[in-house]
């Protein structure tokens, strides 16, 4: 290579550096108020959207809706299409959204299995135990989440993470000796509610870190498949109820009111979520998830089932959240040392590669679909990869979001109405 052409990638690569390492853009959305009033009123609103929705799914099957599946259809539907609607406003959001048809089929359609299937276990275990101890007993969560992982190779085994694991299992062993009249059938299912959620969060690793989705784009891609994965839960499943309940007219106007209302704090939530994470982040997030248990007992001991827990509950409840909010703050500064540990060495890489004429490291660390810089800036690389057939972007997202969501609602539908006695309905 030519002195010239060596001073140009050596050109190339310090304004990449000062792209990188400019400053930072201004992330607010009410500009009127502190940086620090914001993240709070972003906190509050995501502890009452997320806890009022969690406690008004159990409201509506104990009031007697026990069509979990076509609840779970609504719900992705309306994530599926806010998905959309914040892919298409966040800036480079859409450009992020690239994914193999092989990790579509053996990563992204087994995870969305897995959520579908948490979130219907879940919705029956409300049937049985209250919100309040389903709420207790997730935040011994890490606990299963730290031994899935160490198991698998994302965590490195470490004798602090097994205490603190330690005691949020004791917290979670009190919680259980102190629920008072427990379901044996509604433990169990609230336990394999636990195990979904486990291996959804491992999951979550698997698909955001390799693949370089955000959290965003994971929604995109999906939400339409629990969508299809929903409908045909429904239609196999709870079809026939369904039609024998139109048809002897108790799906009131009320009842589909309480349906599309539940569909509409759906939105609710993710729009929180989404400004939580635009104000502050998603490590602050899960940090207020003990907060939100919190907020479930309190809602779920007033509105559900009226009643006082015990003081062997309180006190296991209390020791599982201290626990796992201090491993959460240990675990976060280790995960921030790890991380700028990782940018001096990627920099001091980025400073070897253009004097040595490059040697195909960051051709190979494209390949597991990086996010892109900011200013839009687009390699050969990348026009390579949007062309190639086995890659799939945000056009192909659009279209599998209208196909999966157009069969949801063709599939429910087709089996409820095959089952419906029309003369019944008409004769009212």
């Given amino acids: 290579a030519s002195p010239r052409l060596g001073e140009i990638r050596g050109e190339n690569a310090v304004a990449a550096m000062k792209r990188r390492d400019g400053p930072i853009r201004d992330n607010t959305l009410?500009?009127?108020?502190p940086v620090g009033a914001q993240v709070l009123l972003a906190a509050l609103a995501n502890v009452a959207s997320s806890s009022t929705l969690t406690v008004f799914n159990a409201w509506i099957f104990r009031q007697g809706y026990h069509y979990q599946w076509s609840l779970i259809v609504v719900q992705q539907m309306v994530c599926a299409i806010f998905a959309v609607a914040q892919v298409a406003c966040i800036p480079g959001e859409a450009r992020r959204v690239r994914i193999s048809r092989k990790d579509y089929a053996a990563?992204?359609?087994?995870?969305?299995?897995v959520v579908s299937l948490k979130l219907y276990v879940q919705n029956r275990a409300f049937e049985l135990v209250t919100p309040a101890f389903y709420a207790m007993i997730a935040s011994t969560l890490p606990v299963g989440?730290?031994?899935?992982?160490?198991?698998?190779?994302?965590?490195?085994?470490?004798?602090?993470?097994?205490?603190?694991?330690?005691?949020?299992?004791?917290?979670?062993?009190m919680i259980h000796a102190g629920e008072v009249a427990l379901s044996p059938a509604g433990f169990a299912l609230t336990l394999v509610a636990m195990s979904l959620d486990v291996t959804r969060l491992v999951l979550v690793q698997r698909l955001v870190?390799?693949?370089?989705?955000?959290?965003?784009?994971?929604?995109?891609?999906?939400?339409?498949?629990?969508c299809v994965i929903a409908a045909i839960g429904a239609a196999v499943l709870e079809s026939g109820s369904v039609a024998a309940a139109a048809s002897a007219g108790e799906f009131t106007a009320l009842a589909w009111s309480?349906?599309?209302l539940n569909g509409a704090l759906a939105v609710v939530v993710n729009l929180v979520i989404f400004v939580f994470v635009k104000v502050a982040s998603a490590v602050a997030v899960a940090v207020t998830t003990p907060f939100k248990d919190?907020?479930?007992?309190?809602?779920?001991?007033?509105?559900?089932?009226?009643?006082?827990?015990?003081?062997?509950?309180?006190?296991?409840?209390?020791l599982a959240c201290a626990a796992s909010a201090g491993y959460n703050a240990w675990n976060i500064g280790v995960k921030d040392r790890e991380r700028k540990d990782r940018e001096m060495?990627?920099?001091?890489?980025?400073?070897?590669?253009?004097?040595?004429?490059?040697?195909?490291?960051?051709?190979?660390?494209?390949?597991?679909?990086?996010?892109?810089?900011?200013?839009?800036?687009?390699?050969?690389f990348d026009e390579e990869v949007d062309a190639h057939a086995g890659v799939w972007r945000i056009a192909d997202a659009h279209n599998a979001t209208l196909a999966c969501v157009g069969t949801a609602v063709l599939v429910t539908c087709a089996a409820i109405l095959a089952q419906l006695d029309y003369s019944a309905v008409m004769g009212r």
């Fill in 30 to 33: 009410w500009t009127w108020l």
């Fill in 107 to 113: 990563t992204l359609l087994p995870f969305s299995v």
């Fill in 145 to 173: 989440v730290t031994a899935l992982s160490v198991a698998v190779g994302s965590e490195p085994f470490r004798v602090v993470t097994c205490v603190a694991a330690g005691v949020v299992a004791l917290g979670g062993a």
């Fill in 209 to 226: 870190q390799p693949l370089g989705l955000s959290s965003v784009g994971l929604m995109l891609l999906s939400a339409p498949l629990q």
């Fill in 258 to 260: 309480l349906v599309f």
């Fill in 294 to 318: 919190l907020a479930v007992v309190m809602l779920s001991d007033e509105f559900v089932v009226r009643r006082r827990e015990t003081t062997t509950s309180i006190v296991g409840f209390a």
């Fill in 345 to 380: 060495r990627e920099r001091a890489a980025e400073q070897y590669v253009p004097l040595a004429g490059g040697s195909g490291s960051a051709t190979d660390s494209r390949l597991k679909f990086a996010p892109m810089e900011e200013d839009g800036d687009e390699d050969e």
